[in-house]
Nanobody
Framework: QVQLEESGGGLVQAGGSLRLACAAS????????MGWYRQTPGKQRELVAS???????NYADSVKGRFTISRDNAKNTVYLQMSSLKPEDTAVYYC????????WGQGTQVTVSA
């Protein structure tokens, strides 16, 4: 069993920044890809950003140039730095990773006011 715990969500004005963190209860060193996803009511969960064990990153078009994903293997933590936030970024953000089975965190709410 693996626990993923997100933190860092909150309320921010448009144009502001937040940094999300996802701490894993097990080593992420060998986990090939870890990702941040988001979901709004009535919509499917979507991939926002992912990062491989080698540091290769991938971003949804809607966040390219504004969000940065990174990982600290020593701390078993993945981060999502979000800048130039827009009201449409409002969502519950989830961390997800495949540790043999796919695990999700409990989610953290990000609310961007206009």
């Amino acid at each position: 069993q693996v626990q993923l715990e997100e933190s860092g969500g909150g309320l921010v004005q448009a144009g502001g920044s937040l940094r999300l963190a996802c701490a894993a209860s097990r080593s992420i060193f060998s986990i090939n890809a870890m990702g941040w996803y988001r979901q709004t009511p009535g919509k499917q969960r979507e991939l926002v950003a992912s990062i491989t064990s080698g540091g290769r990153t991938n971003y949804a078009d809607s966040v390219k140039g504004r969000f940065t994903i990174s990982r600290d293997n020593a701390k078993n933590t993945v981060y999502l730095q979000m800048s130039s936030l827009k009201p449409e970024d409002t969502a519950v953000y989830y961390c997800g990773a495949n540790f043999g089975s796919f695990y999700w965190g409990q989610g953290t709410q990000v609310t961007v006011s206009a």
